[in-house]
Structures are given as structure tokens and as C-alpha cells.
């Protein structure tokens, strides 16, 4: 009885036929790979947008109004008020919201207590223990660094429409006449360091000013970006604790001196972001990109948000 046995020409079809099956298995593999990759990517991308989003809105809610800035890298700026472009660095006066909130100072002024011939405003209950605790905790600062500001038309954005913005906050190098520094808190009575040319009944109690730039937009070569990880051009920080009443700007400015504070990464990936003004409220985009490795395509998550 002969033995059977396969020839040549059925072990070659054989082949083939695997060969094709192998090869529509692997692109079929490969097309749910991208799949899954993709649907993870969007999800990770509008999760992630969307706590920066919520994140970015949070501290500009605790602003001075008219202290909102438009910043470039050439060293240029101007008020959010006079601007009706859109821009990539955005800085302002953050307000110490924490010690307000929690009761340790009221942000109104008695007028008939308060005396302006000494400096003297009077605030009823004013915590100067737990400002400084505050301070401490939050900048590893004193309550000595805090600063004060009279709303006046802050509220308005009136004063960002006159020609003495420059000269109001001490952003870049210039004066801060808008500003009031502190030479004092004591039983209920803050003392400026020098006269007010008025004095309002509602006041801002400052603490620090605040930048959110893009690695390309920055020095990314400054020491306190060095001692990020993996920070390039498509990163976005969140810059903090400096103070232009104290001839102060950012750690990564890109211009001029005495770079100062701290910074902290907001996100990566980031293709963009833009700030506007709509209506007295700050409008602002961010745009998230990544690329999935073996597809030609990039994922692309955009978010606005409108902070009044």
C-alpha cells in the first residue's frame, strides 16, 4: 500500500493561503489596535482638558479685574481691555481669596474710622495671626507680603482704558501706583507704606500675581523649568508666587530681570492656548494634540471657557 504525502505544489498553497490569513489577521489586529487607541487617547485628552480647563477658571475667578494682562515675548503687554486679539501669555493679580472666604479679613473699609493722614485704613476683623498663617502655608511667605488694592472702577475696567495702565501694577519693570504696599495690620487697622490718592470702601487684598504660558513662549533654558521633567515647547505652566509691587516677574520670563517664584505644569500636549475679553469676561481656548503611534492622524481636543 502506498503512503500518502503532500506535494510540493499543496505545501506551497498551503503557505500562500496562511501567508493571506496572517496578513488580513494582522491588519485587522492592527485597525482595532488604532481603534482602541483612539477611543483612549480621546478620552484621556478630554478628561485631561477639561481638569486644566476647570483648573485655569478657578484661579481667574480670584482676580483683580483690571489687573488682567496680555504678554509677549518680546516684553510687550497691555491690558486685556485694550486688546481685541487674541494673545498666548495671559498674567494677573490674584486675590487672596483663601483668608477672605475663610473669614480672616473682609475686603470693606470703614471710612469714617479710617484715617488718611496717617495711612491708616479701618477693616473690622482682621485676623493678622491667621493671615500670616495663610501666607506661610499657601507661598511660604509672611503677611508682609501681601499688598492692597482699592476696587474703585476696578470692577468696571476702567482704569485699563486710561493711559496710565502701565504704571498701575508693576508688571515687567514699571511702577505700581495702583498697588497700596503694607507697612502694617494691627487691631483692625491696616497702615499703607504711603498715602493713597483715594481711599474706597472696598478693597482687594492681593497675594501673588499669576502667568500661564506655553514652553514656546517661554525661556524653557530658566532654572526653574530645568527642574521640570519632559517640559517643551507644547507644555503649558501655570507660573506663581512673585509679585510686581516688589519689582518681581516671572521665573521663565523670557526678558528682564529678577525672575522670581515657582511654577508647575498644567498640562502636555498642548497645541495652543488663546485668552480674549468678551463683555468684560475673560475667554479663553485650549487645545490638546497627540499622536497615535502607527496612524498618520493626530487626536485633536479643543475647550473654551468664559470666566466672569
Known sequence: MRNKAFTLVEIIITIVILGIL???TFVSLKHLYLKVAKSKTISN???????????????????????????????????????NFTFNVIEWIGVASEAQKAGYYSGFVDLNRSDKATNTIYSPNIDKISLNSVMIDKFNKTSGDLALIFAGSFDDGLLALSSDFNSSFGWHGNLHNQIQTIASINDDNITLSSTPNEIYEKYYLVDSAYAIARGADIDLNAN??????????????LFYNYRPWQNKTFCADPNGNNQDGNVTILSYDTKGFEASLINDSVKFSLTLQKHIRGSENNITISKEKIVF
Open 22 to 24: 496572517s496578513a488580513g
Open 45 to 83: 485628552l478630554s478628561s485631561d482638558s477639561q481638569v486644566v480647563v476647570d483648573q485655569i477658571s478657578a484661579l481667574l475667578y480670584d482676580r483683580v479685574p483690571s489687573s488682567v494682562i496680555g504678554y509677549k515675548n518680546d516684553g510687550s503687554f497691555d491690558s486685556i481691555y485694550n486688546l
Open 224 to 237: 526653574c523649568i530645568k527642574d521640570l521633567n519632559k517640559s517643551d515647547a507644547n507644555t503649558l505652566f
